[in-house]
């Protein structure tokens, strides 16, 4: 006992005079004291050392050592090699951090005792546990009730049987993966958890290293969080994922970094509501930017680079249980969004329906204020964007394309998914049975005031609102193999820069009145009895012309009001450049498409005098995927005659194939 206790006071003296550090080792962990901590060693009845505040029985010291590593406070690193791992603990928190290792399997506890409470005061500061090495069967398991920050510094973890990270600690977790270094994180299929990277709580993605995700278990998302997720800076790779490739709870945000998510079972990002009831954010926190105590299922993508590849049948890219917001909000942080659908239409058996993928889908409202958005769906019924409240876009650029065909089955007893190209063989099945891949849809209003909307949908409506539509900016480029643009409600246009170019129905559609009161348009539509511009007459609606500058191949409906401007009938040639003045002032230059097959002649309106120049050169800025110009010249002047009706005499856009309900 004395001979023990005279080693242990020599020990103390030498790293105070020699200011080194006190290792104590139990097991696969050891506890590090700087001399300028460790203070007063007390012994107790010769069977326990208790140092700040930690007490160790004598019999589990492994080794107890004396070195010059560096120790930085409030730190725990864990260092994996192959089937081992060890532990090094700060010594000022020693008292408060329980680790235990087997093999490689490290579960960390973080005593009550530090709270977020006593963090916020200063009484404690929040630990930071770095993870580096690698091991093919490991895992990091961390428990606490305080906030904590999780780095990853160049480590290569795989957990057969687990999640290589589970954090069951339900407070914000910051979770950075160190700049310069590439991380990689494995499950295999007997993984029950999840996600291959759990956190019960908030998770705050940051850094400016690399993080590499395979999830490869039967329940894995590929990083799941059961509050909110939040992203800066680093680059996260989520090459596989038996579910979600993200998946979290409240609200996603992502700030800046670079997301790609390819591989996965299902969705790409998804936002669920943690409570159903939710919340909306504080005008406080709005104010700052931020969005604490949110619970409403909304996803913020302000800036950075997002990529989705996925193939999983009637999945989406991003979907959210709230809204979603898309902007550049983020201080010098350019977003771009790329997400690209190869995902068939299925039957839902649990809903009883037949659904089709979808780029972006919204159970809430969408905003788009910035970014350059890419969205790509070719398989069958997929849609580009699908937003169940309403939509305003307001800037950026988005490019829609989808080329799948309508996806239906025959009965809910017979739901063998078949594939056609034309709405018709589909018409008088219930909406249940059968969906339509349409470009962008919204079930709510939406407004275009800004920004370039390009969208292309093979056989189906390239833009649709159930409810109304207004347009007054931006540039607009819809193709359709139906109704280009089509609203099931009242359609206003009041400028902008529009063109409507269908292959098989109508070019504007409205199902309630069609207001045209400014605006530069170009319409195009197959051929009769269908119009360049159309309104619901049949339902006692009409189509009025106010103001702006229109060409419309297929001409305007019938008993259309015509005020405030002249009107005038152009022949025309596939193919052609033409200009179209009103008076001496260029209003737009541009190109008749191939696609028309509504006979040889155009109706052409402006304010004041229209005038058309074909043969002419395009320049300035262009617009409509190329089709169309803001200024030309040369060219060869075009005669114009009388107007006197559009061609309009049936449905006007409900035909078969026309503007009615088309699938959900």
Known sequence: MK??????????????????????????????YPATQAGEMTYTDGTALTILGKTYSISDITKMYTDESSVTDNTVNVVYNGTSALVYVAGNIAQYVTATVSGAHVSITQSDAITNDLITAGTFSEITYNLSGASTDGSLTLAGSAKCTVEVNGLELTNPSGAPINITNGKRIAFSVKKGTTNTLKDGESNTEKGCLYCKGHLELKGKGTLNVYAYGSKAHGIKSGDYTEMKNCTVNIL?????????????????GTLTISGTGDDGIQCDIDNDE??????TDAAEGGHEDEDTGNIYLEGGTVTITFTAAASKGIKSAGNIHISESASDTPLTLTVKSEGAATWDSDDAEVKGSKCLSADGNMTISGGTLTLTSTGSGGKGIKVDGTLAISGGTVNVTTTGQIAYCASTSNTTIKTTTTSSTTEKLADALKTSPKGIKADGAMTISGGTVNVSASYHEAIETKSTLDISDGYVYAYSGDDAINSSSHMTISGGYIMANSSGNDGLDANGNLYIT?????????????????????GGYKLYISGGNIVAIGGFENNSSISGGTAKSASYSKGTWYALYNGSEIAFAFKVPSNSSMGSTMAVYTKGTPSLMSGVTGSGTSFWNGNGNSNASGGTSVSLSSYSGGQGGGPGGNQPGGGGPGGH
Not at 247 to 253: H, V
């Open 3 to 32: 001979k023990l206790l005279m080693t242990l006071t020599l020990v103390l003296t030498y790293i105070v005079t020699q200011a080194q550090t006190l290792n104590v080792t139990v097991g696969s962990t050891t506890d590090q």
């Open 240 to 256: 596989a994922a038996t579910k979600d490739g993200l998946s979290c709870n409240e609200y996603f945000l992502m700030k800046s």
């Open 278 to 283: 939710g919340t909306s954010i504080a005008a």
């Open 518 to 538: 400014g605006g530069n348009i170009f319409a195009v539509a197959k051929a009769q009895p269908e119009v360049g511009i159309d309104a619901n007459t049949e």
